[in-house]
């Protein structure tokens, strides 16, 4: 198909001499930039599939024969990479059809394809689904349009996931990507003899932006990439269960919820914020059947690096949440009669610090730094800070391999422990005596709370207050309040 051509207008336009210049009619102005805008060249069937098969920035074809149908191509037994090289993820599908669309290509597939990487292959289920490529044949955009599709395959060592998406459209690029669905659906199954259950998530308006090549999350590479997930309300219910097999169920709600996640190159980074937080907790076994909290916002953020490096590399980790309140129900169950504070609690924590990976991915801190932790809940407080360097890390064992921390490259640990940590309680004591009192909390709990509280603390200067010093001594020796407790384990 020849592209069509326009004149571009570049002559002024003239106004009368002597008389005031008047502004462009509206309808002339864009009659005129119109015009002068050259018309995006259109991809014929025929052009894309010859760039396809000689590779493209997204989307690479292999195998497959072409053959005319209508004023289009049919493709049968093609095979689509995502991305290059041996991590490129594969749509497999036993034809597809190309055939123009306005400036672009329409690329039908079957009702049901699949998408393979890595020995783990997954069938995709799309009816009505609409692919349009667009832009230049070398570097082409895709238009997604997707009623309803579905994925299914294997998930964690013995599981399966469930994926589904409805009223799906956006576009994807070469680097950069936006998708847009009504509603998300994932589902985990496991085994029963799995110590995780089944965990299923639910959102509605999801909104997923890809900055950097799709291909990079597959590859696991060092190419930048950030991926962000913008959700309105959702649920999330993880089944686990104990070491004796007890069964726990924990349910999670929100009104919105962001994450996103990126690489650098060097570090990995991954923040979640979310707002009208709802977590439930329930099995039979417990002794409150509907515990549970509500937090108005909590943002989580972590950065760290994932690939192996001589020098360490710096760390981070934030949590803040606001708002904490136990719900109706815990209320009713734990303090009936309404004695204890009731304001809404807060929990923040900041550490940062340097650390090196191994070339086996093992994290090896070399500083630490609690640069705050503070923790508000029923009128009691706890708060603390400190530093801890890991010295004289051992040397990378060069010995055959034997096991998870032995072989090339490995170490047998992460040093030694020099540093200290000072926490402050207030309030902690009275809220014992006031649980005790009110007869609704096992006695047991409490009595071997205060034993810890009396072993690990002392007075401090005001009333109700307790501190703790924690030191990593030069010799070795972990120190509590000045009393040695014997050496640090360093493996």
């Given at each position: 198909m020849t592209p069509v051509r326009r004149r571009s207008i570049v002559a002024p336009i003239s106004q009368p001499e002597g008389s005031a210049m008047r502004p462009l009619s509206l309808p002339i102005l864009a009659l005129a930039v119109t015009l002068a805008v050259p018309a995006r060249a259109e991809i014929a069937p025929e052009a894309l599939w010859s760039a396809l098969r000689s590779g493209t920035p997204l989307v690479t074809a292999s195998g497959g024969t072409a053959s005319p149908e209508g004023d289009g191509l049919r493709v049968t037994d093609p095979v689509l990479a995502l991305g290059r090289g041996p991590d490129a993820a594969r749509i497999e599908a036993a034809s597809l059809v190309l055939t123009p669309e306005g400036d672009g290509t329409r690329i039908t597939l079957p009702d049901r394809f699949a998408i393979a990487r890595?020995?783990?292959?997954?069938?995709?289920?799309?009816?009505?689904?609409?692919?349009?490529?667009?832009?230049?044949?070398?570097?082409?955009?895709?238009?997604?349009?997707?009623?309803?599709?579905?994925?299914?395959?294997?998930?964690?060592?013995?599981?399966?996931?469930?994926?589904?998406?409805?009223?799906?459209?956006?576009?994807?690029?070469?680097?950069?990507?936006?998708?847009?669905?009504?509603?998300?659906?994932?589902?985990?199954?496991?085994?029963?003899?799995?110590?995780?259950?089944?965990?299923?998530?639910?959102?509605?308006?999801?909104?997923?932006?890809?900055?950097?090549?799709?291909?990079?999350?597959?590859?696991?590479?060092?190419?930048?990439?950030?991926?962000?997930?913008?959700?309105?309300?959702?649920s999330q219910t993880l089944d686990a269960r104990t070491g004796t097999g007890r069964k726990l169920t924990l349910e999670i709600g929100y009104a919105d919820r962001d994450e996103s996640l990126s690489l650098d190159g060097l570090s990995l980074g991954f923040e979640q914020s979310a707002t009208a937080l709802t977590l439930a907790v329930s099995?039979?076994?417990?002794?409150?059947?509907?515990?549970?909290?509500?937090?108005?916002?909590?943002?989580?953020?972590t950065r760290a690096p994932v690939v192996p490096t001589e020098q360490p590399q710096p760390f981070r980790t934030d949590i803040a949440l606001t708002g904490i309140v136990?719900?109706?129900?815990?209320?009713?169950?734990?303090?009936?009669?309404?004695?204890?504070?009731?304001?809404?609690?807060?929990?923040?924590?900041?550490?940062?610090?340097?650390?090196?990976?191994?070339?086996?991915?093992?994290?090896?801190?070399?500083?630490?730094?609690?640069?705050?932790?503070?923790?508000?809940?029923?009128?009691?407080?706890?708060?603390?800070?400190?530093?801890?360097?890991?010295?004289?890390?051992?040397?990378?064992?060069?010995?055959?391999?034997?096991?998870?921390?032995?072989?090339?490259?490995?170490?047998?640990?992460?040093?030694?422990?020099?540093g200290s940590l000072a926490f402050a309680l207030t309030g902690v004591t009275?809220?014992?005596?006031?649980?005790?009192?009110?007869?609704?909390?096992?006695?047991?709990?409490?009595?071997?709370?205060?034993?810890?509280?009396?072993?690990?603390?002392?007075?401090?200067?005001?009333?109700?207050?307790?501190?703790?010093?924690?030191?990593?001594?030069?010799?070795g020796q972990l120190v509590v309040n000045g009393q040695a407790l014997g050496p640090v384990p360093t493996r």
């Open positions: 890595g020995g783990l292959r997954y069938d995709i289920a799309a009816p009505g689904l609409a692919l349009v490529a667009t832009g230049a044949p070398q570097d082409p955009a895709y238009r997604i349009d997707a009623p309803r599709l579905t994925a299914d395959g294997p998930g964690l060592p013995g599981g399966t996931v469930a994926l589904s998406l409805l009223d799906t459209a956006g576009q994807i690029g070469a680097q950069q990507s936006r998708i847009d669905a009504a509603a998300l659906t994932l589902r985990l199954s496991q085994p029963d003899a799995a110590r995780l259950g089944d965990v299923s998530d639910e959102r509605r308006a999801v909104s997923v932006t890809l900055d950097g090549p799709p291909g990079a999350l597959f590859a696991g590479g060092t190419e930048p990439v950030a991926l962000s997930i913008r959700s309105g309300s959702g099995g039979p076994h417990l002794p409150l059947r509907d515990a549970g909290v509500t937090v108005a916002s909590s943002r989580i953020a136990p719900t109706g129900a815990t209320w009713d169950a734990l303090d009936p009669d309404g004695t204890l504070p009731r304001d809404p609690g807060t929990l923040s924590l900041r550490l940062s610090g340097t650390a090196r990976v191994g070339p086996r991915g093992q994290f090896m801190p070399r500083q630490v730094a609690l640069q705050e932790f503070d923790a508000r809940l029923l009128g009691a407080e706890v708060s603390g800070q400190g530093a801890v360097e890991f010295v004289d890390p051992p040397a990378a064992n060069t010995g055959p391999d034997t096991g998870p921390n032995s072989g090339p490259g490995a170490t047998s640990g992460i040093g030694r422990p020099l009275e809220l014992f005596d006031r649980l005790a009192a009110l007869g609704t909390v096992p006695a047991g709990p409490l009595i071997g709370a205060r034993m810890g509280l009396g072993f690990f603390t002392r007075p401090g200067d005001g009333p109700d207050t307790l501190t703790t010093a924690v030191e990593f001594a030069p010799d």
